[in-house]
């Protein structure tokens, strides 16, 4: 069975550019009264607590989106915090506004997931799948989407996500919005995300299908977004693709001689079918995320798009 649980990651670098990027998408696309469907192949447990054992064993959200958030919670000592974005670009500003709301002034406590995210933005008309297939993570998802007491607009499936969620595709209204975001523990989910995507584009040409995947020294990694680009290219559909570091990738000398792994380093989302207009939002949200996470000098961002 999977060990990755989201619970150590959740609130990273990488998912501030997830949840940045999605949430800017969806609200394109929410702009539209027809209504939306959206599929989240790979949903997580869906809330996560920042002040939790997981959270504080990994100090990932304290590099991530604890460093734009400032909470009173938040333990970094102010001398090592890196100067506080005054005035975040809208679509960053969106993703922090939107953390806030699930805690209390000042706190930050709570993050929410992408199914929460997504949840939180629908309307009455649109519709929310989730696959989750980690048993404690989708039994956790269950009873959070239970408290919403959101009906039938969200529906919770403890199946494999490249398995089924095709059969959703196309949906009634004929809008979608996929977000793949599998864990990557195995080296098979690059190849089967490229083919779920392929398959799904096949079923549903003009569906909004968002990938994120993590950039690290594997082929596969850097693999992945070639293959997105040539299935929207062959397609003939438009596509985008963000990248953000924060820190060099290179395993650091350790006196012991046996190095250290620098975690993730890097990461990017790959957009076919994006939003009008989404990269022109997402440039400086972009170019402040790779200024304040930057944990050195070899941060930065890449935004190309293309079709
Ligand atoms: N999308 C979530 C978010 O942004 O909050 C995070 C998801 S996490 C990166 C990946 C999740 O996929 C894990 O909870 C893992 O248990 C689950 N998972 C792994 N393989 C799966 C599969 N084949 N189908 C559905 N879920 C799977």
């Given at each position: 069975?999977f060990?990755?649980?989201?619970?150590?990651h959740?609130?990273n670098h990488?998912d501030?550019?997830?949840?940045?990027v999605?949430i800017a998408a969806?609200?394109r696309?929410?702009?539209k009264?027809?209504?939306?469907?959206?599929v989240?192949?790979h949903?997580g447990?869906?809330?996560?607590?920042?002040?939790?054992?997981y959270?504080?064993t990994?100090?990932?959200?304290?590099q991530?989106?604890?460093r734009?958030?400032?909470?009173?919670?938040?333990?970094q000592?102010a001398?090592?915090k890196?100067a506080?974005p005054?005035?975040?670009?809208p679509?960053l500003?969106r993703?922090?506004?939107?953390v806030?709301?699930?805690?209390r002034?000042?706190?930050?406590?709570?993050?929410?997931g992408?199914?929460?995210?997504t949840?939180h933005?629908?309307?009455e008309?649109d519709?929310?799948?989730?696959y989750?297939?980690h048993p404690?993570d989708?039994r956790?998802?269950d009873?959070?989407i239970a408290?919403?007491?959101?009906g039938r607009?969200?529906a919770?499936l403890?199946e494999?996500?490249?398995g089924?969620?095709?059969?959703?595709?196309?949906?009634?209204?004929r809008?979608?919005l996929?977000?793949t975001?599998?864990?990557?523990?195995?080296?098979?989910?690059?190849a089967?995300?490229?083919?779920?995507?392929?398959e799904?584009l096949k079923?549903?040409?003009?569906?909004?299908y968002t990938v994120w995947?993590?950039?690290?020294?594997r082929p596969?990694?850097h693999?992945?977004?070639?293959?997105l680009?040539?299935?929207a290219?062959k397609?003939?559909?438009?596509w985008?693709?963000a990248?953000?570091?924060?820190?060099?990738?290179?395993?650091a000398?350790?006196?012991?001689g046996?190095?250290?792994?620098?975690?993730?380093?890097?990461?990017?989302?790959?957009?076919?079918?994006?939003?009008?207009?989404?990269?022109e939002?997402?440039?400086?949200?972009l170019?402040?995320?790779a200024v304040?996470?930057a944990?050195?000098r070899?941060a930065?961002?890449?935004l190309?798009?293309?079709?």
């Amino acid at each position: 069975m999977f060990s990755y649980r989201h619970a150590f990651h959740a609130g990273n670098h990488a998912d501030v550019l997830k949840h940045t990027v999605l949430i800017a998408a969806l609200e394109r696309l929410l702009e539209k009264e027809a209504p939306l469907t959206v599929v989240d192949t790979h949903a997580g447990a869906g809330l996560y607590r920042l002040d939790g054992d997981y959270a504080g064993t990994s100090g990932e959200a304290a590099q991530g989106v604890l460093r734009l958030l400032n909470p009173s919670n938040d333990t970094q000592p102010a001398a090592k915090k890196p100067a506080v974005p005054e005035e975040p670009a809208p679509a960053l500003a969106r993703y922090l506004e939107l953390v806030r709301s699930f805690n209390r002034a000042g706190q930050a406590r709570v993050y929410p997931g992408s199914p929460f995210i997504t949840q939180h933005l629908l309307r009455e008309q649109d519709k929310l799948k989730l696959y989750e297939l980690h048993p404690t993570d989708a039994r956790t998802l269950d009873a959070n989407i239970a408290q919403l007491e959101a009906g039938r607009q969200v529906a919770v499936l403890r199946e494999d996500g490249f398995g089924s969620a095709t059969k959703f595709l196309p949906p009634p209204s004929r809008r979608a919005l996929v977000l793949t975001d599998p864990s990557y523990e195995l080296k098979t989910d690059y190849a089967r995300t490229a083919a779920f995507v392929a398959e799904a584009l096949k079923r549903f040409a003009t569906g909004v299908y968002t990938v994120w995947y993590p950039i690290i020294p594997r082929p596969e990694a850097h693999e992945l977004p070639r293959r997105l680009k040539t299935l929207a290219t062959k397609a003939g559909k438009p596509w985008l693709h963000a990248t953000l570091t924060v820190k060099s990738s290179k395993i650091a000398a350790t006196p012991d001689g046996q190095g250290k792994r620098p975690g993730l380093p890097a990461s990017g989302m790959f957009l076919i079918n994006p939003p009008f207009t989404l990269a022109e939002q997402l440039r400086p949200a972009l170019a402040q995320m790779a200024v304040w996470l930057a944990q050195d000098r070899n941060a930065g961002f890449t935004l190309e798009h293309g079709g």
